[in-house]
């Protein structure tokens, strides 16, 4: 590799790598696969880079090729084991051991209901809510129309009311 090429791949590296890692726990990697996961987003575009011709954002592309091996990885641990216990260090130490596990309980229930959401209103709702993108970034990220954006993202934020009124034990 070149040294301009290595300097370039450095530069995408280290200006995505936590959007890269966000935006896999937000589509269901589990914490013990993140490392692996992240790897194998950054071996893809360092194989891939020269097929990038600029038609979207880098972010874009990027996460087009992240969506994929998180659906792979989401395949291959539904395969194995149910999910892991959340790491101690995902939840506050500050916190009480009440809220602690109530904090620890949300994660859960958020992690399995985006697990049962579409794939198309799980990217929204990953981009839009977990990663603060605007809903016109979502849009172009994702290359549907801005109105098809905002409409998954108010189906899922619907399907997430119901589904926490579920829990609560309210029809």
């Known amino acids: 590799m070149a040294s301009a090429d290595r300097q370039e791949f450095e530069a995408i590296y280290a200006d995505n790598i936590a959007f890269v890692w966000r935006c896999l726990r937000g589509l269901g990697v589990g914490p013990d696969q993140l490392d692996d996961a992240a790897q194998e987003v950054f071996l893809i575009v360092h194989r891939r880079i020269s097929d990038f011709r600029g038609l979207s954002s880098l972010r874009s592309w990027i996460y087009g090729i992240l969506r994929n091996v998180a659906a792979n990885h989401r395949r291959s641990q539904r395969r194995q084991v149910p999910h892991d216990v959340l790491s101690p260090n995902l939840v506050c130490t500050d916190a009480s051991p009440l809220e602690r596990l109530q904090a620890g309980e949300a994660v859960a229930f958020i992690r399995e209901f985006l697990d049962g ?55």
């Open 117 to 171: 959401v579409s794939e198309g209103k799980r990217d929204v709702f990953v981009l839009a809510a977990i990663e603060q993108m605007s809903m016109p970034e979502v849009a172009q990220v994702l290359d549907v129309p801005l109105n098809t954006a905002y409409t998954r993202l108010r189906d899922v934020r619907q399907e997430l009311q119901r589904a926490l009124l579920r829990r609560r034990g309210k029809p």
